[in-house]
């Protein structure tokens, strides 16, 4: 069974930039996996940050990007916000119809 | 504006059942496949199952193969969950999502999810 690694923690400054990923216990991950992220902090939905590896949800600030940086999907932030501070999840189309979500990353600003 | 309503949580005994209802509204609801993801207490959003923009296609994970069944009916804008033979680790906040295309490319689209306790 394939797992979807994400780093557990992230903390970054205020104005700083990150950047968290999202990889494959065996392989690579490509456009073809159509990777989203997604923010959610406790108690409410899922927030669309981005789909289909680097399309900006309706709304979402271009300080957000999605990329394939080597073998792995990334998300990045830059100038860092207070309300950044949330959990950040992806996932992958697994093909056959099959989508698997990564563990989540929380990030910290401070 | 584009929305989706999900209902029909509750407390369920094991291995009883419980049908969820996702109601959607501003877009064409027959465009686009559906999604159910859940959440389980304190834990990471978990995709359950996707349905085809036609209804022709579904698909599971699988911890619930067998046992859910992801419908939809295009004339009343409703995606449905039927949860059979329920377990204690199927209790979770479920979330219907819209996918972002005709043809699986990621969910755009979230409801504000809807708890189901097995207990």
């Known amino acids: 069974q394939t797992v979807v690694t994400q780093e557990p923690s992230f903390s970054v400054s205020p104005g700083g930039t990150v950047t968290l990923t999202c990889g494959l216990s065996s392989g690579s991950v490509s456009t073809s996996h159509y990777p989203s992220w997604y923010q959610q902090t406790p108690g409410q939905a899922p927030r669309t940050l981005m789909y289909s590896t680097n399309t900006r949800s309706s709304g979402v600030p271009d300080r957000f990007s999605g990329s394939i940086l080597g073998n792995r999907a990334a998300l990045t932030i830059t100038g860092a916000q207070a309300d950044d501070e949330s959990g950040y999840y992806c996932v992958l189309y697994m093909g056959s119809g099959i989508w698997v979500f990564g563990g989540g990353t929380k990030v910290t600003v401070l | 504006q584009v929305q989706l309503v999900e209902s029909g949580g509750g407390v369920v005994q094991p291995g009883r059942s419980l049908r969820l209802s996702c109601a959607a509204s501003g877009f064409t609801f027959s465009y686009y496949p559906m999604h159910w993801v859940r959440q389980a207490p304190g834990k990471g959003l978990e995709w359950v199952a996707v349905i085809s923009y036609d209804g022709a296609n579904r698909y599971y994970a699988d911890s619930v193969k067998g046992r859910f069944t992801i419908s939809r009916d295009s004339s009343k804008n409703t995606l449905n969950l039927q949860m059979n033979s329920l377990r204690v680790e199927d209790t979770a906040v479920y979330f219907c999502?819209?996918?972002?295309?005709?043809?699986?490319?990621?969910?755009?689209?979230w409801g504000q999810g809807t708890t189901v306790t097995v207990s």
């Open positions: 999502a819209r996918d972002s295309s005709r043809y699986y490319t990621g969910m755009d689209v």
